[in-house]
């Protein structure tokens, strides 16, 4: 079986007023552990008549430059929930190649709905859309008497590119990397209790399917 990372992806995603921005830069950087930033490629993939968005699939690759030259990956999310701005949803990843389509006969096949013809779907695959920003980073240990939480915080600021059209991304992520998941609401309550962040329930895989479809809609 080919080997591939995978976790139940626990996370609050929020949206932020762009006057606030240096506020909470300040703020983050005095209270946890800046990470360095970066410049992330994203693309979704799908077929042309929707197998994997229907069955609530997400398959994008990432691509990105760090201390070790350029990274890629490919990742498979599957259908999770969404509950007052908390993502939750399983998660796995692989390194990419070269080529720009991922390629799904990789994962373990147990993954998939009995229902999906995985190699069906695998051979008509095809870019949907783009989603290129700068990912600004902090890691925060957060613990009371009886439990810690491991969290990171993003701050993403670019776009979501599809048909010619785009639409900008500007919001803040809080992830649970390890430990009680209390840690991640009473980290988002302190943030946005400062800076005025609202919960955001939209992914920006869901932004970025709606801006696809609307731009390859006729116009009148």
Same mark, same amino acid.
């Given at each position: 079986?080919?080997?591939?990372? =995978?976790?139940?992806?626990?996370?609050?995603?929020?949206?932020?007023?762009?006057? *606030?921005?240096?506020?909470?830069?300040?703020?983050?950087?005095?209270? #946890?552990?800046?990470?360095?930033?970066?410049?992330?490629?994203?693309?979704?993939?799908?077929?042309? =008549?929707? *197998?994997?968005?229907?069955?609530?699939?997400?398959?994008?690759?990432?691509?990105?430059?760090?201390?070790?030259?350029?990274?890629?990956?490919?990742?498979?999310?599957?259908?999770?929930?969404?509950?007052?701005?908390?993502?939750?949803?399983?998660?796995?990843?692989?390194?990419?190649?070269?080529?720009?389509?991922?390629?799904?006969?990789?994962?373990? #096949?147990?993954?998939?709905? /009995?229902?999906?013809?995985?190699?069906?779907?695998?051979?008509?695959?095809?870019?949907?859309?783009?989603?290129?920003?700068?990912?600004?980073?902090?890691?925060?240990?957060? =613990?009371?008497?009886?439990?810690? /939480?491991?969290?990171?915080?993003?701050?993403?600021?670019?776009?979501?590119?599809?048909?010619?059209?785009?639409?900008?991304?500007?919001?803040?992520?809080?992830?649970?990397? *390890?430990?009680?998941? *209390?840690?991640?609401?009473?980290?988002?309550?302190?943030? =946005?209790?400062?800076?005025?962040?609202?919960?955001?329930?939209?992914?920006?895989?869901?932004?970025?399917?709606?801006?696809?479809?609307?731009?390859?809609?006729?116009?009148?």
């Amino acid at each position: 079986m080919t080997e591939q990372l =995978s976790a139940t992806e626990s996370e609050l995603k929020f949206t932020l007023r762009e006057a *606030d921005v240096e506020a909470l830069l300040s703020f983050l950087d005095q209270h #946890s552990q800046p990470q360095p930033t970066l410049h992330l490629s994203n693309a979704y993939f799908d077929t042309p =008549s929707g *197998d994997l968005h229907r069955l609530k699939i997400g398959c994008r690759t990432r691509r990105w430059r760090d201390s070790d030259g350029e990274q890629a990956e490919q990742t498979i999310k599957l259908a999770g929930s969404v509950v007052n701005g908390l993502h939750q949803r399983p998660e796995y990843n692989l390194p990419q190649e070269k080529q720009e389509n991922p390629d799904l006969t990789r994962f373990d #096949s147990q993954i998939w709905p /009995s229902e999906l013809d995985v190699t069906a779907v695998n051979k008509a695959l095809m870019r949907m859309f783009k989603v290129d920003f700068e990912r600004r980073r902090w890691h925060w240990l957060w =613990s009371n008497s009886e439990q810690h /939480s491991n969290l990171e915080i993003v701050l993403d600021q670019g776009f979501i590119l599809a048909g010619g059209e785009q639409e900008r991304i500007f919001e803040v992520e809080i992830e649970l990397l *390890d430990g009680a998941i *209390d840690g991640l609401f009473a980290v988002a309550k302190i943030l =946005s209790t400062q800076f005025n962040l609202t919960e955001c329930n939209e992914s920006k895989a869901q932004r970025g399917f709606a801006l696809a479809a609307r731009t390859a809609s006729p116009r009148h």
